[in-house]
């Protein structure tokens, strides 16, 4: 199960970013994503096949029977706004067979209370592009970064944001790092509350299913910008 606001200097040190922990999905216990998507006999579970380092991780799979093109699965998590300056979301992702997967889509959203601000990844398996979410919605080529890992590659992300300015900050991927235009992500009038919304979202190739696995999903906040 997930764990709350622990240290974090020994998790984040290697990544420059020794903050507060506010959330460490390790991944075990209950599957405590909500999932979405297509449907049918699609996979969202915490299951030994997507382990990394521990004895499970997150697999996430579009549905086998009937299974066609643009097939979509996603995994939310919602969480309280905390007091920070600067937010890291970071994952480990795994795509065992790369020309199943259209894309990927790593998305972080903050809402507080007047507004939500997305922002979002998506990684174009089948293009090589990587690229981020305008505040139009629009989805913007990233230069620098591309995806070029072969299959049952292992791969480090992380997306740091401003929550002072709802800027994006930079893009870690598996340690290429590239700084972002200082803009919004996508933003749309929200009364819903404050709070901090994550989401992992998959899409099918004209190969399907799709097949996604994710471990070490982290959460780590700063005061410092």
Excluded at 4 to 9: D, G, L, R, T, V
Excluded at 19 to 42: E, I, M, S, Y
Excluded at 43 to 55: C, E, I, M, S
């Amino acid at each position: 199960m997930g764990r709350e606001h622990i240290p974090a200097a020994s998790l984040t040190s290697h990544h420059g970013f020794a903050r507060d922990v506010l959330l460490l999905d390790d991944c075990q216990g209950t599957f405590n994503w909500t999932a979405a998507g297509t449907g049918g006999d699609d996979v969202h579970a915490y299951a030994a096949a997507a382990a990394f380092t521990r004895l499970k991780g997150m697999h996430l799979a579009t549905r086998t029977t009937a299974a066609a093109d643009n097939d979509y699965l996603s995994a939310t998590r919602r969480l309280g706004l905390p007091e920070s300056e600067v937010l890291r979301l970071q994952c480990r992702l795994n795509i065992p067979l790369m020309a199943k997967v259209a894309e990927v889509d790593v998305q972080l959203s903050i809402n507080d209370g007047i507004n939500l601000c997305c922002f979002a990844i998506r990684l174009m398996c089948l293009s090589g592009l990587v690229q981020r979410e305008d505040t139009d919605g629009n989805w913007v080529t990233i230069p620098g970064i591309t995806v070029n890992w072969s299959d049952a590659a292992s791969v480090l992300l992380a997306l740091d944001v401003s929550v002072r300015s709802m800027n994006y900050l930079a893009l870690s991927l598996n340690g290429l790092r590239a700084a972002l235009p200082p803009e919004g992500g996508y933003l749309e009038a929200s009364a819903a509350g404050r709070g901090i919304t994550l989401r992992y979202g998959i899409w099918a190739s004209a190969a399907p299913p799709a097949t996604v696995y994710i471990t070490d999903t982290a959460l780590l906040g700063s005061l410092d910008l």
